[in-house]
């Protein structure tokens, strides 16, 4: 069987800000429309420019930093795959949509380029601590010679942190 590819690589300005929601099952999914621009001259020599408007789903973590991150205006790289969802609408005539659902976004521009200004995330781990001591404090139990103990070397001071 022939193989098949279904990949889309955009470049563009965010229309409006991002719509998070969430599925009844929990899922966070952000919605945001995408528009990507193209000019060209005529045979006449006027130049001529179109934008294309492109309908834009992330799904999970994806779709959180999305929302968190993405404002009006703001230049971004999306990747993902063309999806076509059909349903019933309330006059009884098929609809189509056809949405970009990506699985990956790059930030292209600086965090004051939007409408908005970006807060950075708050770290979500503990600064590592040295596990070194206590495993060799364990393994040193039962000597009899005396080991002077190391120095710790990995603790960060909170004036260290970048943020």
């Known amino acids: 069987m022939a193989r098949s590819l279904n990949k889309v690589q955009l470049i563009g300005n965010l229309a409006k800000d991002p719509e998070l929601r969430y599925t009844p099952n929990g899922n966070a999914v952000c919605t945001f429309t995408l528009a990507t621009n193209r000019s060209w001259t005529t045979e006449s020599g006027e130049k001529k420019e179109e934008a294309d408007f492109h309908r834009i789903v992330a799904w999970n973590k994806l779709a959180e930093l999305c929302s968190q991150f993405l404002v009006k205006g703001r230049k971004v790289y999306v990747e993902g795959r063309l999806s076509t969802r059909s349903w019933t609408g309330q ?7 056809t949405e970009v659902v990506i699985d ?18 708050q770290q979500s781990h503990p600064v ?31 004036d260290d942190i970048p943020f």
């Open 128 to 158: 590592r601590q040295n596990t070194t001591q206590a495993s060799q404090g364990q393994s040193q139990q039962g000597t009899n010679d005396a080991i002077p103990e190391q120095e710790n070397t990995d603790t960060v001071a909170p």
């Open 91 to 97: 006059d009884g005539q098929q609809k189509y949509m």
């Open 104 to 121: 990956d976004m790059i930030l292209l521009d600086s965090k004051t380029a939007g409408s908005a200004t970006v807060q950075p995330p």
